[in-house]
């Protein structure tokens, strides 16, 4: 072989190692514009400015905050956002209701926003009257939901994130739980083919068992997806507790609706639910298979 045969040679095998890369680039960064991808650090940081504004009892500065910051991050992520106002039990209600056209929601996902006013399950009786920061029971699943608004490809079927208010203060003279998902199953007539709430769920040592309410073949559908992720050992494929919680309006309406809870929290309604007892890991898991769950809905 001669000198002019061996660079010809080389110069072949360049050429075609170039063609190589730039088809392997353009695969890649294909494969990354198409993928949606859940950002739990993003996620995380929501946890951490929720709980920063203060408590968010209805009624207070840290309350109308939040809804402001909620309504400007679902804005800029190119959703229009309505309230629901209205009034249970003598409060003012406001819901906030996220949705990218004016088509009807084939699924909506909910989390509650508010926060309970005292701490009345906390181990020091003198804490008990304090407010709750709500970084699990509250901000984690409002966190999961604009995570999910960022992170959600324009091309699912149409879906509706609301977030409720006054969810988390019953046991209390005046309150009754679950008075914002009321307001919205009884005055918003719509009829989704699934509801989805989100409340407790990045417990850093996460553990989501079915719900024993939820309809059955929605959950099993959800704790499939979350298996076929790796997400196996978060939700646990059994039965544990039975839960009046913010998909229950939905079950009495008729709507097929389910609950997503990690309930073995030992920091619930305590002043100890602060962020450092959530984790970013847990976030991801809620996070990914939601939105896994919902593309294969729109194919």
Not at 49 to 59: D, K, L, N, Y
Not at 114 to 126: F, N, S, Y
Not at 129 to 139: L, Q, R, S, T
Not at 171 to 198: C, H, M, Q, T, Y
């Amino acid at each position: 072989m001669n000198k002019r045969t061996v660079s010809i040679y080389l110069t072949l095998i360049g050429a075609l190692l170039i063609l190589i890369a730039g088809w392997y680039a353009a695969s890649f960064y294909n494969v990354q514009a198409d993928s949606a991808s859940f950002d739990s650090s993003h996620a995380y940081a929501d946890v951490q400015t929720q709980v920063a504004f203060g408590p968010r009892i209805p009624g207070s500065d840290g309350h109308a905050q939040i809804r402001e910051w909620m309504r400007a991050e679902l804005e800029s992520a190119g959703w229009m956002v309505e309230i629901q106002q209205t009034e249970r039990m003598g409060h003012p209600i406001y819901n906030l209701i996220a949705k990218r056209n004016a088509e009807d929601p084939q699924i909506i996902l909910g989390a509650h926003y508010d926060t309970r006013m005292i701490a009345d399950q906390d181990p020091d009786p003198a804490k008990q009257i304090e407010p709750v920061p709500g970084a699990n029971d509250g901000a984690s699943g409002v966190a999961v939901l604009l995570e999910l608004a960022r992170s959600l490809p324009d091309d699912t079927l149409p879906v509706w994130l609301v977030f409720f208010d006054a969810e988390d203060n019953g046991r209390i003279e005046g309150w009754d739980w679950i008075l914002g998902s009321r307001a919205f199953a009884e005055e918003i007539k719509i009829a989704p083919r699934a509801v989805v709430i989100v409340d407790m769920i990045g417990d850093a040592d996460l553990n989501i068992y079915l719900e024993q309410n939820s309809n059955v073949a929605i959950r099993t559908e959800i704790w499939s997806t979350a298996e076929k992720l790796g997400y196996g050992k978060q939700f646990i494929n059994q039965e544990k507790y039975s839960m009046e919680d913010d998909h229950t309006p939905f079950l009495e309406a008729g709507i097929p609706a389910v609950d997503l809870i990690d309930f073995d929290y030992p920091y619930w309604h305590t002043t100890q639910d602060t962020p450092d007892k959530v984790s970013a890991k847990s976030l991801q898991a809620v996070g990914d298979t939601l939105l896994n769950w919902i593309v294969g809905q729109s194919k």
